[in-house]
Structures are given as C-alpha cells and as structure tokens.
C-alpha cells in the first residue's frame, strides 16, 4: 500500500501533462504539482519543521491547500485540518492540543481574518510551540510582522535541496501517521482522529472505485477540504486515478453551474442540498450540465424523487449514497446497479475491507483495517470507542437487510445534521454554561426546511437575572463555528431529567419538535 507521497509521485509519473488543479487562472498538471508540493515540503523543512511534527492548515478549498497539506506529508509531518468556521477559541484549542509547529492560514476571507482572530485569544503566551505561521493572502494587506506570505515559503525553500525533500517523502511508511482530524464526541471535547497512510488510501481506492472515477473524469470539489469528504474521498481520490479536481472555496449555485459547464465537470459529490439548490434554480436551462456522470451523496434523508430527478435532469449516470465518519471515513455505499429507492433508503454496503454489525441497542458497529488507529493523546476515549475485539462503537442506531445493505434508523448520541454539517450539542451546551445568566441549558435539533435541522437552545435563566435571546446568540456566535449557533432560543424554568441527573431530550423532542 503507498503513502499520500508516493501516490503523488506516481501520479506525476502516470498522469503527467495531464491537469491536476483547476482553480481559476490557476491551472495545474500533476507533474507541476508535485514541483510545487516539494518546494512546499522544502520550505517547511527550511523552517524547521521535523518528521512527524503536527502541522495544521487553516483555509478554504484552493489550489494552495492542496498544495500545502500535500507538502505537510511530503515533509515528513502530520496534517491537521481546521474547520474554516472555526472562530479562533475553537482553532486555539486544536494547535495546543497538536503542539502543532507550523500554521498556514488564509488571509482574510468572507470578511474574517482568522490569524487577527486566533491571535486576539492566544494572547502573547498561548502558542509557544508555534514556530511558523504561513499566510495564504486572500487580498493585498501587509503580511503581520513575524508570519511568512505564501512567497516567502518558497524563498526560504531555495536553501534545501530538492533530495533532502525527497528523502522525507521516501522515508514515510504506510503506518505512519497521515493526519490528526478532529470530530465532536457527545462529551462536547472534539477528539482527535489518527489515520495511517496506508488507510488514506485504502479508503480513497474504495470510494473511487465505487464511483468508476478515472482520468477522463474532472471532480467540482464542494466539500471542505478541512473534511475527510473533500481531503480522502477529493484530492486523494484524484491523486489515485488522475482525475482533475476543481476546488470551490464557497458554495454558490450559479457559480458551481458556470464551472459545470466550463469545465466539464463529470464528478459532483455533496450533501442533498447541493442537488436540490441547482435543480431548483431558475438560471439551470441556461447552462449545460450534461457533462455530469457521477454523484454521491448522504449525511441527511434522501428522497427517492430526489435521486430520481438527479438521473433524470441532471443526466447522472451513477447517483450513489454512502456512509461514513472521521473514525472510518468511507465504511458502505452502494453500487452503480443499486436503484432508486434502495440508494434512497440505505447508505449500501461494506466497503473497504469493513465488517458491519448491528450490536446492542441496535447500535451500528464497524471493524476493519481502516478502522482509526485511536484518539489524539486520549487513550480512554479510545478503549471506550473500540472495544476489546475491535469493533467501533459508532453511535448510530440502524438494520442490515439480508444483501448487507445499511439503513440508519436513528442516533444513539444526540447529534443532528445543520446543511450538511454535524452538530454535537453538548459542545453547544458547554459553551453556553459559560455565559452569565444560564442555570441550565439543553440544545436539541429540530426540523428546517432549508438546512434540514437547526439547534434549538432551551434556557434555564439564574434567579433574578436578565437573560435576552440576543444575548444568548451573541455569545454563541462570538465562541462557535456558525453552522453550531442555535437559531432558536426558548427560556425555560426547568428542564426534565431522569433520575441519575441526566437531560430527557426525548421530552424536548416531543415538546418543541
């Protein structure tokens, strides 16, 4: 099995000329992009930067991230991706938790400036391990006074010697760790994800083998690459067949159209939104889509008419929907024969070499090589998440029909789905505990038309204090990623338990829902 560095390498020797990234006048073959990710990995050594150092990247879908996470592995180091909708409390936590050396970061996008932000929190002590920030500039601001520019990466590059470079990447194993990938846990700490090489790829053979993906293929890149779906299941996936991807830092309808048709576009992934955003544009009869062949999809419910009007006026050949989490990334999909209601109705069968089981309390449990090796620096999580014969607690309540294909009934943990995005409220919840004024507080998700669900707060204010819904939406914006702040807010003057102290949402459920 290679690592992330030699499917680089054979990826230029194989594809070559062919184009790799297109990202506006940004245009890239594969064998350019390996000239390009080694004077990254140069650059990162020059600054010190060591094997298995935790390096992290903060920025939106670009050329640049991909050619600076795929240098973090040619160095030698590990990747840690951060959410862009992290405010800077939420990335200062992941860096110390990593010890990460080196940070490259965006200039200001969407109008935050997100190194303003994570400097403003970490004050003058709160990085010592921090050597080197990069900044990606997203505009003509002057470079902050002791962080690199993405230029200046690649002059220090010009003092390490391209072997040295390659000797890092050659040097890498397939057990070594590829990548720290932070999720959420019902405890509302995000843990640490560790993946090898070796399961990097495996997982993204899988998925692109599922899919039929090849060179002639050219991949619209919507999900972030921060997430295993844009990172494993996008830029790997390309690396394995040759496929060229095209990155979109910001998801817009009209704009993912225009690429579709400029472009070619063949391969469009994402959440069940996506589909239903371009089917229902009315700009849609003006543009052709008819390059498209492959879609996958998932992380909400499915309509089967949905899956339907995709084959049928998008011109998707294969429309497939799938199962995953960062602990597994890819574990079932169905196949290009599946039809229409079972694609809708299930998320398919094992792949990469998953077992699939339905355990206690019907509980969904997975066991297989590409199972992750643990959590960061927390070897309890770990024991709790894997049990003692190997199999991983996911959390998810769901049936096996008899040809091995998933349904997913319902969730154990209390997670819910906000456009895409999972939500995990007790993080919400420790986060709202801090404001002055809340007794007590319980978030749980409810239906929305547009984002499938929403968090709904319920507050339980202190005895003669003042507590307004601006208030609790301020502080929440001011501490979480936007897709986590509650758009509703009720005040309460109790919140049920049982009696070992523990919140009964099923009771919020049926009260608010």
Known sequence: MPTIPEALARAAREFGDAEAIVDGP?????????????TAARGYIACGIEAGDHVAVWAPNTAHWVIAALGVHYAGARLVPINTRYTGYEALDILQRTRATALVVAGPFLGTDRL???RDVAGADGLPEL?????????HSPTPAGVLDWDGLAILAEGVAAADADARAQAVRPDDISDVLFTSGTTGRSKGVLSAHRQVIDVAQAWAECGEVGPADRYLVINPFFHSFGYKAGIVVALLTGATIVPQAVYDPAVAMQLIADEKITVLPGAPTIYQTILDHPDRPQHDLSSLRFAVTGAAVVPVALVERMQRELSFDIVLTAFGLTEAVVVSMCRRDDPPEVVARTCGRAT?????KIGAQDEILLRGPNVMLGYLDDPAATAAAIDADGWLHTGDVGSLDEGGYLRITDRLKDMYISGGFNVYPAEVEQTLARLDGVADVAVIGVPDERLGEVGLALVVPRAGQSLSVDDVLEFSRERLANYKVPRRVEFVEVLPRNPSGKILKTVLRKEFT
């Open 26 to 38: 940004t245009r890239l073959s594969f064998a350019e992009l390996l000239g390009e990710v080694r």
């Open 116 to 118: 303003a932000q994570l």
């Open 131 to 139: 050597a080197t920030v990069v900044r990606i500039q997203a505009d």
């Open 352 to 356: 990469a070499g998953f077992q699939i």
